[in-house]
């Protein structure tokens, strides 16, 4: 199914009328370039503000005198065949309001405004680009930190809201740490492998391998990682794993049978949340 986004950028000179923007329709994300009266351009993105250095201020005004005079707004646009961009661009110049739009590239015709478009959309994105090196950086230390079993310092990239979820357990606050702690005591043996490659947007690929106590069996196991962060921290974790696989490992044959019974599940469930509550009693003496 063909995909295609919608944005909007409104471009408002200094002493511009300003009509009222209702009937604008839907748009994945709008700008605004803005230029207040005896004032330098401002950019806003979904009402967001993007910082401008001077240097990137400058350039955007030479972006914005190309547009002396506006292009001809009477081309028609292109007719999308398959996934792509429309954009549509107002320009509100004295009491004058010209709207163009476009799908994909742009005519010859209008280089300008794309160039304007293109350059505000880098602007915009600077700083989600910051935000998510951090927030991969933050996953790289958590997993480094969990297969050194280093828990204060896992705690410390966590929020102290912190919600964390898996197929059969959903947990809150102290309970995460009572998590790891349990988890490491049942699988003395257990090693984290989680490479530069496996960590993503949002989250991680990561492998746990260990011996499972109760069969002595070797497991393998496969989880993905989907961390939601707020105030630089992470504030909920949900590690996903295929049950039924895990039980064919960690029980054999057998395993392989029942791993995909709720009943099986259910008691898996059970038996973990009894642990738990047993490690978090032995803590509290």
């Not at 209702?22 to 950019?43: A, C």
């Not at 600077?126 to 933050?138: K, L, N, T, Y």
């Not at 257990?190 to 993503?200: A, F, K, L, Q």
């Not at 992470?234 to 392989?256: K, L, M, P, S």
């Amino acid at each position: 199914m063909p995909i295609t986004v919608f944005y909007r950028f409104v471009v408002t000179f200094a002493g511009a009328a300003t009509p009222d923007d209702s009937p604008v329709g839907y748009s994945d994300r709008v700008y605004s370039i803005v230029e207040p009266p005896q004032q330098r351009w401002t950019i806003a993105e979904d009402e967001q503000t993007v910082a401008l250095t001077d240097a990137q201020h400058e350039r955007l005004v030479r972006l914005l005198a190309a547009l002396e005079p506006p292009p001809n707004p009477t081309i028609a646009p292109m007719v999308p065949g398959s996934d792509g961009t429309w954009r549509t661009v107002i320009i509100r110049h004295g009491d004058q309001q010209t709207a163009y739009r476009w799908w994909g590239s742009p005519p010859t015709a209008w280089a300008a405004l794309d160039a304007i478009c293109q350059y505000v959309q880098q602007l915009a994105d600077i700083p989600r680009e910051q935000v998510a090196q951090r927030q991969r950086q933050i996953t790289r230390q958590f997993f480094d930190r969990l297969a050194a079993r280093d828990l204060p310092g896992m705690q410390a990239l966590y929020h102290p809201d912190i919600q964390y979820r898996n197929p059969l357990l959903a947990l809150h606050g102290a309970q995460v740490a009572a998590l790891w702690r349990m988890w490491w005591r049942d699988l003395p043996d257990v090693r984290v492998v989680c490479t530069d490659s496996g960590i993503r947007s949002g989250g991680a690929y990561w492998d746990a391998v260990y011996t499972y106590p109760p069969t002595g069996r070797r497991v393998e196991q496969h989880l993905t990682a989907d961390l939601t962060f707020a105030d630089g921290a992470i504030i909920q974790h949900v590690d996903r794993f295929n049950v039924h696989e895990w039980a064919g490992q960690a029980y054999g044959a057998v395993g392989g049978v029942i791993g995909g019974w709720r009943l099986f599940k259910w008691r898996l469930a059970a038996h973990a949340r009894a642990r738990l509550a047993l490690l978090e009693r032995e803590q509290q003496r």
